[in-house]
């Protein structure tokens, strides 16, 4: 049965719920894209897709806006992937399980999508619509967008007219968003060695934390818990003897991490289990109300012979958790309040015999991306690591003169009754990738009110998705 079907506007929430139908985490977009294309073929409507998932389709303007020029409205088909530790929710096969809560749409233990399919939702209504008048409309719809956009890194643009683009990936609907910072991912593989010893083993989770997006969040300085496993282990490997046989924390670089396991071996089983206690009565204070679900669970696994790091290799792993940046490293001196660099050391994978670090690097400068990815390269090479950078993507730069900005301030004034706040963003936009391909591309970037996206948490605002359609509807009216 439908959640959304009396879900103002229903236009949009069916094709919302459609999407939510669809498994579509970033790798896995080919179904959606080809539901987008069936769509288009449809409806009669011009369409092309590429062999990156990439779907473009085209719509005449209406009766009076034959001969105006084309907007583009641009959206990413993928979603994050983010489940409750309990969740039995399959990404690769489930469809979404929608609910609504307290005004706002949810979902049943797992990331909602609304990032970004609420975009695709609203582009979709429009071009469905045959009542909404508007210039003729090149949707853009790209994929894989949040592990590195490499679908608009891959894009041909050739084809589109446009030189207006209205992009629909924003969570805050009194907030007009008119520049982002640039990024890259920094993946570091430290070698280990492992022999075998004698002792207690015990499984510790760090769990609970709040999580969220690693750009749009970072400000809030939420607990990593990669960060705060390294700081543990140090603390335990001062005060005694302790083996790391495994840890594993965060599947995804633009995540803030709420999650890492950890096996140690232990001999004073009793003096270990008291300073995690310990720890975690201290990180308990220091974050106060900010994390208020943060434990510290350890379960035994028992005495036996284990296969640890050596002492050396363990000592590298900690070093690099310890060190590496994380969370905000400077704000902006020309936009208070604004992050302008920040890490996020999201992902630690062990292996038999290497450990790999994910670290997301995102700034509004150029020079500082290039200052902190030598940090990072200095940081694996000192602990005798390999590394690698990719997914780097630029800034997209403010843009003094704008076509499309005051149009967007009208529209924003004639349905909030105020206008909106022009930022710009610490989080990777896709119109710094298409205006790097395509420079005339005027951009601006606006959304409904999301919260706690990137998580199991993530809620869409019914009233303000109400607000978005509006203004997305005035927008292209005034765009004669």
């Known amino acids: 049965m439908s959640v959304l079907a009396q879900t103002e506007p229903k236009e949009v929430f069916y094709f919302f719920e459609e999407l ?19 769509f288009a073929k449809d409806r009669g409507l011009e369409v092309m897709q590429d062999a990156w998932n990439n779907v473009i ?23 994050v992937c983010e489940k409750t530790p309990d969740s039995t929710h399959d990404f690769l096969k489930d469809p979404i399980s929608l609910l609504i809560e307290d005004g706002y749409v949810t979902a049943k233990d797992t990331t909602l999508g609304a990032d970004n399919g609420i975009a695709i939702a609203m582009t979709l209504a429009l071009l469905d619509s045959d009542s909404i008048e508007h210039p003729p409309i090149e949707a853009l719809f790209t994929t894989d967008e949040e592990t590195g956009m490499d679908g608009a890194a891959n894009v041909d643009l050739s084809g589109l007219k446009g030189k207006m683009l209205l992009n629909l990936d924003s969570e805050e609907d009194d907030t007009l968003i008119a520049g982002c910072a640039g990024g890259f991912r920094f993946a570091c593989t430290l070698p280990v060695q492992r022999v075998a010893r004698l002792g ?3 499984a510790v989770e760090i769990c609970g934390l709040q999580g969220g997006h690693s750009g749009v969040e970072i400000h809030k300085q939420r607990g990593n818990a990669n960060k705060l496993a390294g700081r543990l282990l140090h603390h335990l490997c001062r005060q005694q003897k302790v083996l790391l046989a495994e840890m594993n924390g965060g599947s995804k670089d633009n995540v803030i991490t ?45 005495e036996k012979e284990y296969q640890v790091l050596e002492e050396e290799s363990a000592k590298r792993v900690i070093c690099f958790l310890l060190h590496c940046p994380n969370g905000v490293d400077e704000y902006s001196r020309s936009l208070e309040g604004l992050v302008e660099t920040s890490d996020n050391l999201g992902v630690v994978e062990m292996q038999k015999e ?12 150029a020079s500082k ?9 200095g940081l694996a090479e000192m602990l005798g690591g390999t590394w690698q950078e990719d997914s780097a993507y630029p800034a997209w730069a403010f843009r003094e003169e704008s076509r499309i900005r005051p149009i967007a301030l009208q529209a ?9 706040v022009v930022t710009t963003i610490h989080a990777g936009l896709e119109c710094g990738l298409l205006s790097g391909k395509k420079p005339e591309l005027d951009c601006i970037s606006f959304g409904p009110n999301m919260q706690d996206v990137h998580s199991f948490r993530e809620r869409l605002e019914i009233a303000s998705t109400q607000r978005i359609w509006a203004v997305l509807q005035k927008i292209l009216k005034l765009c004669k």
Not at 59 to 72: L, M, Q
Not at 263 to 272: G, H, M, S, Y
Not at 273 to 288: P, T, Y
Not at 369 to 377: C, G, I, M, S
């Open 20 to 38: 939510s139908r669809i498994p579509r985490g970033t790798g896995n977009t080919k179904a959606v894209s080809d539901y987008c294309v069936r």
């Open 354 to 365: 290497s450990v790999r670090f994910v670290v997301l690097t995102r700034s509004g400068k």
């Open 412 to 420: 924003f004034e004639e349905v909030f009754g105020k206008r909106p």
């Open 57 to 79: 389709i085209k719509k005449p303007g209406t009766k009076g806006y034959e001969e105006s020029e084309p907007v583009i409205l641009q959206g990413h088909l993928d979603m």
């Open 369 to 377: 991306l290039v200052e902190f990815k030598e940090k990072l390269a």
């Open 258 to 302: 709420p999650g890492n396991r950890s096996v140690l071996v232990v001999q004073e089983k009793e003096t270990v289990l008291k300073e995690i206690d310990a720890m975690k009565e201290i990180w308990r204070q220091e974050f106060g109300k900010e994390e208020p679900g943060l434990d510290i669970r350890v379960t035994e696994l028992g």
């Open 200 to 202: 207690t083993g015990l």
